[in-house]
């Protein structure tokens, strides 16, 4: 069966923009998170969604934001872009929630010029 | 807080060596544990994961952890290391209900011919 899938897999933004990234979890997982992993701060959760709900959210400022739809596919969006957004964004599904072990997709690496 | 360490950042052994990871994670109840692997430019594959029962948990390629709730540890190891285990190997800690992971720092292991 099909994994995670995000889009796009790279991406180049400058400073004060927005970006959106996208994630398609495996068929039938409805459990969402989202990840960035930088090599300073490491893995750092963003927030996880479920049946289009935020069951939790990280420490991460008001600019990064996320949805899910009903179908289970789920965007982060980043505005006002930083050069510390730099990173790797990973999304993340399981079927109703981390307790089972996540199935990460490959990332959205994004730069910020 | 709640916290994950993995003490070593990087480790080099010689293809054939057994291995052993070091995890760490303080808090008061007993998580939800697991490690994962990440190759380079590549999202994280779960390798193997610890709810409940059995201390000793098997998982893919080999590898196999050991959760010793007295020391706080879940230690991964392997018996004979092959040149494609060459990775980045990360811990993380789920606790019920909070939808989240937080993983350790990492451990980045070189394999020798």
């Known amino acids: 069966k099909a994994g995670v899938t995000q889009t796009p897999r790279y991406l180049i933004k400058t400073r004060g923009q927005q970006v959106t990234l996208s994630c398609s979890p495996i068929s039938g997982h409805r459990s969402v998170s989202w990840y960035q992993q930088t090599p300073g701060q490491g893995l750092q959760f963003l927030f996880e969604y479920f049946s289009e709900t935020q069951r939790n959210k990280g420490n991460f400022p008001g600019r990064f934001s996320g949805r899910q739809f009903s179908n289970s596919r789920s965007e982060m969006n980043v505005s006002t872009l930083e050069l510390g957004d730099s990173a790797l964004y990973l999304c993340a599904s399981s079927l109703s929630g981390g307790s089972y072990g996540y199935t990460f997709g490959s990332g959205t690496r994004l730069t910020v010029v | 807080a709640q916290s994950v360490t993995q003490p070593d950042i990087h480790i080099t052994v010689s293809e054939g060596a057994s291995l052993e990871l070091r995890c760490n994670y303080s808090?008061?109840?007993?998580?939800?544990l697991f490690w994962y692997v990440q190759s380079p430019g590549q999202g994280l594959q779960l390798l193997l994961k610890?709810?409940?029962?059995?201390?000793l948990v098997q998982g893919i390629k080999g590898f196999e952890a050991e959760f010793k709730r007295s020391q706080s540890s879940f230690n991964l190891r392997k018996p004979s290391v092959h040149w494609s285990d060459a990775a980045e190997y990360f811990c993380a800690v789920a606790f019920s209900g909070t939808y989240k992971y937080i993983f350790g720092t990492g451990t980045r292991l070189k394999v020798l011919a």
């Open positions: 808090y008061g109840a007993t998580p939800y």
């Open positions: 610890y709810f409940s029962g059995d201390t």
